[in-house]
């Protein structure tokens, strides 16, 4: 971990959620905004580790923040993007990462357990998208990059788990009903998703004894032949929110070491 290192959305705002877990995608897409000059405010509905975790990389000389956020609810939205404008002025960049996952057939899925977990994976993101464009609008100039994290599972089924290809799949076709729907408007604001493969982080250590048994297992049916890892995810994440990607908006950014290219 170091300081801050470059300035690619040096003045920039960013609120990622889904920040606390220390070895997640997050906590990764915070620290490298951060270390590219960006102000960043990391959400979590786990306090005490996303505060820990917000501090820790402050005391390394980023500029983070800790905001209490259950993606679910409208009303925290409301409150966290009132937070952000309130102590930074402005909002740049949105990362909706928060999510989760379990492994089920369909036949053994309850409807309890589909809701939550897309109340989790769509409707936050839904939520984050809404309130990131109300408060992206009063820019000036009006502007920002919204980033929503789909999955390989946005785009191909994956046996025994319907219900999180089902939410990733809505997030896909969201990020593309938006970006029009803000293209149409000349707003300024873009948005585009990330399609993160096997990423070594606490969601998919369940799935392995050890990360010597994920190696081995993906080794054998991705081209690159490894494990993805929260870096990688926060470095395409880094260049849809900086201006490199000004041209880019309702795309899909896959980031899976070629697993889906067959």
């Given amino acids: 971990m170091a300081g801050a290192t470059g300035a690619r959305v040096a003045g920039k ?3 990622v959620t889904g920040a606390a877990s220390p070895r997640g995608i ?17 959400a979590d509905v786990d306090v005490a580790a996303g505060r820990a975790g917000m501090a820790e990389l402050a005391a390394h000389g980023l500029d983070t923040h800790f905001i209490e ?3 679910t609810s409208e009303v925290e939205w409301q409150a966290a993007i009132d ?16 999510g989760v996952a379990f492994a089920a057939s369909i036949a053994d899925t309850s409807l309890e357990r589909f809701r939550w ?8 993101t839904y939520l984050g998208v ?8 009063r820019n000036d100039p009006s502007g920002g990059s919204i980033i929503n994290l789909s999955s390989v599972a ?5 046996p025994g788990y319907t219900a999180y290809c089902a939410s990733k799949g809505g997030v896909k076709n969201l990020t593309r009903a938006a970006a029009l729907e803000c293209g149409a408007a000349r707003d300024g604001i873009r948005v585009n998703s990330v399609h993160p493969g096997v990423i070594w982080t606490p969601m998919n250590e369940v799935n392995f004894s050890d990360e010597s048994a994920a190696r081995a297992g993906v080794d054998r049916m991705t081209p690159l032949g490894r494990l993805g890892y929260p870096r990688d995810i926060a470095d395409g994440v880094l260049f849809l929110a900086s ?17 889906t290219a067959a």
Avoid at 83 to 98: I, M, P, S, Y
Avoid at 130 to 137: F, G
């Fill in 13 to 15: 705002v960013a609120l």
């Fill in 26 to 42: 997050g906590r990764g897409c915070v620290e490298r905004l951060a270390e590219e000059g960006a102000t960043v405010f990391g």
């Fill in 69 to 71: 956020l259950d993606v």
């Fill in 83 to 98: 937070t952000v404008l309130e102590r930074a002025g402005r909002l740049d960049v949105l990362v909706n990462n928060a």
């Fill in 117 to 124: 977990l897309n109340g989790i994976n769509l409707r936050g």
């Fill in 130 to 137: 809404k309130h990131a464009v109300i408060a992206m609008r």
């Fill in 154 to 158: 946005g785009h191909v089924g994956l």
């Fill in 243 to 259: 201006d490199d990607a000004s041209y880019m908006t309702g795309a899909f950014l896959t980031i899976d070491g070629g697993l």
